[in-house]
């Protein structure tokens, strides 16, 4: 087994130390003259999307508007939600089987902000592999009632919302993660029209979102 070393070198790339981690974690001090900084860059989508590509070799991407499925779903969603979720083509990203549906001005979005989307929606490629398109539609619909009240609604978005939260903090760091804004944001998918209303227990989904907050402060560079 070779030694693992780190090398700290100066801005003109001579190397200054050679320690084994041990003794780097206690060189690292406080009142240390050196500070080790590493920088990853933020990831493209390009990469993200060859990176699912890998995981998910049957993964298809398409546009809503170029799917004559897309556009049936959108008058069934209407239907079922009493009109209340309108935004199924040109707002709502959605994964069915190894697709994902994009809608209309996808391409209008950040490319970070579409990165983060591209991670939640791995979370159901994910799903689907888990438990079959039956499962996930079992999952979906059937309990406790469709409307209102959907307890494996809940928890594959739940599921999906938390990966939604780490590649926030991940990307954008921390405090987005922590922005009022996408809290917002999140719980009123669970307790509005947009999914059917599948978990309207505002203080609960809250608990769940602050949760998730905590193990990734914890987490965190520092924390
Ligand atoms: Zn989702």
């Not at 999307?49 to 070799?57: G, M, V, Y």
């Not at 004559?68 to 009109?83: A, N, P």
């Not at 791995?122 to 499962?135: I, P, S, T």
Request: positive net charge.
């Amino acid at each position: 087994m070779r030694a693992a070393f780190i090398i700290i070198y100066d801005s003109n790339g001579r190397s200054l130390r050679k320690l084994n981690p041990v003794v780097f974690r206690r060189a690292l001090g406080p009142g240390d003259a050196y500070r080790l900084e590493v920088t990853i860059p933020a990831p493209t989508l390009d990469a993200t999307l060859s990176e699912l590509r890998a995981r998910f070799p049957r993964l298809r991407v398409i546009h809503k508007r170029d799917d004559g499925f897309s556009r049936l779903l959108d008058v069934l969603v209407r239907v079922v939600t009493f009109g209340g979720n309108s935004a199924y083509m040109s707002r709502y990203v959605t994964t069915l089987g190894q697709s994902i549906y994009l809608p209309a001005g996808w391409e209008a979005r950040g490319e970070l902000e579409r990165v983060i989307v591209l991670r939640h929606e791995a979370v159901h490629l994910e799903q689907f592999r888990r438990y079959g398109k039956l499962g996930m539609a079992l999952l979906y619909l059937v309990p406790v009632c469709p409307i209102g009240l959907a307890i494996g609604r809940a928890r594959l978005e739940w599921e999906a919302y938390a990966e939604t939260f780490r590649a926030t903090a991940e990307i954008l760091g921390l405090e987005a993660a922590r922005d009022p804004a996408l809290r917002e944001h999140v719980l009123t998918q669970f307790v509005g029209p947009a999914y059917g209303y599948m978990w309207p227990f505002r203080r609960q989904v809250g608990r769940w979102i602050d949760a998730e907050l905590e193990r990734l402060a914890q987490s965190a560079p520092g924390g």
